[in-house]
């Protein structure tokens, strides 16, 4: 499974979409990871695309690089004592991560320009998690020789959701916990297509908007896609039949019609740059337009699908889900 391209067209499409910005907050969290499931579950070994991560007993003070290394850690119990910025995301932080710290305050890294060696040194990590981290094999040695460091598995943004909560687990000795949250997640989502049959075997189509021309989905195996696929849903078939690069078609506006589907879902990084694609009268003549099936998302909760994690995946189910339905259900 792929992931929602590579940071240049989803990227280029969000600008630096995994970059994260910095606080000067130096509250800290410490993570509580000793519970009775630990038990016998150090040394932990896992493999990883930079190497081997040995992880000698629970972690105590974690750092998460991504958004979705600090989702892991959250939905499995842990509070970082630091977390990478998100720029997008409104104070920095995804809305279903803040919702998840439930008033607490890690210290916001800033790695939009590259990863404060320094300033996580100071934090003393005896783990540092980078799941999703763009950038990260630049510095890994000087991570690794800090803390473990838990990288992603295979090609970076190709980690699904449930290998990263399976890996994080595996580092804090919580695997049994991390199971059954994956287990309590794949059921909401299934609980969801049950609930919305109107959802089944319908067409989506789903957009960027930058410098001109949409971006649209053309891999049936990106993130986004899947997500509407475990809803029943299935890629536009004009589009899947299109020739992109890292899993984008690049549309003029000449060629706005190729979005529509019996739902069409489009974000960008600039609010106007969206507001003026879709002004456009070729935009608003699309039939899937007309009847109100075209459902407008900004960056943040955009990428709660495009970059899925144990906690934007029930966000995304309460929040985008009935958008979805009411937009399949237009007439």
């Known amino acids: 499974m792929r992931a929602p391209a590579s940071l240049l067209l989803l990227l ?19 993570a509580t990871a000793t519970d009775a499931t630990t038990a016998g579950a ?38 970082p004592v630091a977390i990478a910025r998100v720029d997008y995301a409104p104070g920095g932080v995804q809305p279903w991560t803040r919702a998840a710290l439930r008033g607490a305050r890690p210290q916001l890294l800033e790695t939009a320009t590259g990863y404060p060696l320094e300033r996580i040194a100071a934090l003393r990590p005896d783990l540092i998690v980078a799941s999703n981290a763009y950038g ?7 991570l690794s020789a800090l803390a473990p460091l838990l990288a992603w598995s295979r090609a970076l943004g190709t980690e699904t959701w449930q290998e990263t909560t399976r890996r994080v687990g595996a580092a804090l000795g919580r695997a049994r916990e991390a199971s059954a949250l994956i287990a309590d997640v794949e059921g909401r989502i299934d609980a969801a297509r049950a609930r919305h049959p109107e959802l ?34 299935r890629l536009s078939p004009a589009l899947e039949r299109l020739e992109g690069e890292e899993g984008r078609a690049a549309l003029s ?3 706005v019609d190729l979005v529509d589907a019996d739902v069409v879902v489009g974000t960008s990084p600039s609010p106007a740059e969206l507001r ?24 943040s909760p955009a990428t709660a699908i495009a970059f899925p994690s144990a906690l ?20």
């Open 42 to 79: 150090f040394p932990a070994t896992l493999d990883g695309a930079l190497g081997e991560t040995t992880v000698e007993r629970a972690p105590e003070r974690v750092v998460a690089l991504d958004f979705n290394s600090a989702d892991a850690l959250l939905a499995l119990g842990v509070t």
């Open 253 to 255: 506006e000449e060629r």
């Open 312 to 331: 934007s995946i029930p966000y995304a189910l309460e929040t985008l889900v009935p958008r979805l339905s009411a937009a399949a259900s237009a007439r």
């Open 200 to 233: 089944d075997g319908k067409t989506i189509a789903i957009f960027n908007a930058v410098g001109g021309q949409l971006f649209a989905i053309n891999d049936p195996d990106d993130f986004s896609i899947r997500f509407a696929a475990d809803l029943g849903m």
């Open 276 to 299: 003026r694609a879709t002004a456009s009268p070729l935009f608003r003549r699309l039939p899937a337009v007309t009847r109100g099936s075209y459902v407008e998302l900004p960056l």
């Open 136 to 142: 990260v094999e630049r510095v890994a040695d000087q």
């Open 12 to 30: 280029l499409a969000c600008l630096t979409l995994a970059a994260c910005g910095g606080s000067d907050d130096d509250t800290t969290a410490a």
